[in-house]
């Protein structure tokens, strides 16, 4: 509404980081269109709804390797990698194998501490305005151990966290019991993530989405089908038409790579394919968020009931959901939580998301080196919903001229 002179700019892909990028740029003002068949993304809707300021360790970092290849071996287990592998999946895997490593970790931790605390406090004024902070609960996320060996390592993991400014306190089962009473834990301790938070992201974003709509944001549903520069200009492509604009956000999730390369941009990206589930009458229900760390299951409270979201499939996308995989969740759950059956979850319906992951664990955001007008905003694996808020300024503040340089979120850094 009355921006008509300022700069368009297109944002493909309406996901998390699409609609925060959206959200920013009208806040400063300009003129905004969103492609995608999709409404609201597709991994931004079922996954756990987790803000996690706890998790400043990247996906690479040492032990995830032999990790992996121990879970390989079980069908059942948290942790799959798609057989047999394309060329792109291996490439891709040799980079995450480089990436391992301590140092990596030490480069990376005060980037994701930052991002995600500066996202949490921007959740804050966006529930805000959107009218939705009663949905906005900031109690933390418990990693519930059922090993002591676990807890110890989660225990280590706080230290590091506390040093480096993030809240966290380990708990033994009782001190477990006062912090969420409402519900039944059988683990021997937990840690504690006093800064993390969670809340329901398919009703956020439909009330984003929503607020885009009455600021003026036009709304596309086609696919893109190809980017490219045309008379000094970057257009956008659907089957139906060829539109100009100032500027173009690339913020497609696990499918970027695809569009990256008609740009001719190397950017590496696999599909971590991950399910969910909701309980909309669960026999109790937690107040706080936990993981299930030795299952890596995540479990959230929501409007729609008790979610419980889990695996991590490297691979190309595809929809294929998974039986034993999910058994796995299933079967993890009453060891946590005592009160519930693994009868409980039959039958319930299966979403499936498919996270961004960039080899290293970092996102992409920043412009594309040999052709500025674009610029990439995906990559955000584990964490998207949680970073981004913080990815969607930066964007903004990228096109406005504010950020040139986005250091360690490069995404011209494979190329
Ligand atoms: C089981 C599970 C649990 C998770 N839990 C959490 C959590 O608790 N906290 C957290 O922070 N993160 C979590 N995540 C990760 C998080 O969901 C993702 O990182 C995030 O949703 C990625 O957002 P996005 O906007 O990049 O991608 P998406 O939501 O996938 O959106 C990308 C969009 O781009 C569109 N698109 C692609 N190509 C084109 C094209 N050519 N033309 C037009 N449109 C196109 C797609 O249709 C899609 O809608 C979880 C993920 C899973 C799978």
């Not at 980037?111 to 305005?129: G, I, P, T, V, W």
């Not at 676990?150 to 306190?169: D, M, P, S, W, Y």
């Not at 809340?199 to 696919?223: A, C, H, I, N, W």
Request: glycine fraction near 8%.
């Amino acid at each position: 509404v009355g921006h008509t002179l300022s700069e368009r700019i297109a944002i493909v892909g309406s996901g998390i980081i699409g609609l925060c990028s959206a959200y920013f740029l009208v806040e400063k003002g300009y003129t905004v269109t969103v492609f995608d068949p999709k409404e609201l993304g597709n991994c931004s809707v079922g996954n756990a709804g987790m803000v996690v300021p706890s998790h400043f360790v990247p996906l690479a970092a040492p032990g995830m390797v032999q990790m992996g290849l121990k879970m390989l071996l079980n069908p059942e287990s948290p942790f799959g990698f798609h057989l047999p592998p394309s060329v792109d999946q291996l490439l891709w895997s040799w980079k995450f194998i480089r990436s391992c490593t301590k140092v990596h970790v030490q480069k990376h931790e005060s980037l994701l501490r930052d991002m995600n605390l500066e996202s949490r406090a921007l959740y804050d004024q966006m529930s805000e305005k959107l009218g939705i902070g009663f949905e906005w609960h900031k109690k933390g996320l418990l990693m519930l151990c059922a090993k002591q060996e676990t807890l110890e390592a989660e225990a280590h993991l706080a230290e590091r966290a506390n040093q480096i400014g993030v809240r966290a306190e380990i708990l033994d089962s009782a001190k477990l019991k006062s912090v969420d009473p409402t519900i039944e834990m059988a683990a021997i301790g937990a840690v504690h993530f006093l800064d993390d938070g969670h809340l329901t992201p398919e009703s956020f974003l439909q009330k984003l989405r929503l607020f885009l709509e009455l600021q003026g944001v036009d709304f596309v549903s086609r696919m893109v089908v190809s980017l490219e520069m045309r008379n000094d200009s970057p257009t956008v492509a659907t089957a139906d038409e060829v539109r100009s604009f100032q500027q173009v956000i690339l913020a497609t999730g696990a499918l970027s790579s695809e569009l990256a390369r008609k740009l001719h941009l190397r950017l590496p990206m696999m599909a971590g394919k991950g399910y969910s589930f909701n309980l909309p009458n669960p026999v109790q229900t937690p107040e706080l968020c936990s993981i299930l760390v030795e299952a890596r299951v995540a479990v959230t409270p929501m409007t729609s009931g008790l979610r419980f979201a889990g695996t991590m499939e490297i691979g190309p996308p595809n929809e294929t959901v998974n039986p034993k995989r999910l058994n796995g969740i299933k079967k993890s759950i009453p060891k946590y939580f005592p009160q519930f059956k693994e009868a409980d979850f039959e039958e319930k319906e299966v979403w499936l998301g498919h996270r961004p992951c960039s080899p290293d664990g970092i996102p992409y955001v920043g412009r594309i080196q040999h052709r500025p007008q674009f610029i990439v905003a995906t990559g955000h694996s584990m964490m998207g919903l949680s970073l981004g808020p913080i990815s969607g300024q930066y964007v903004a503040k990228i096109v406005s001229g504010e950020i040139s340089d986005t250091g360690l979120l490069d995404p011209n850094r494979y190329a």
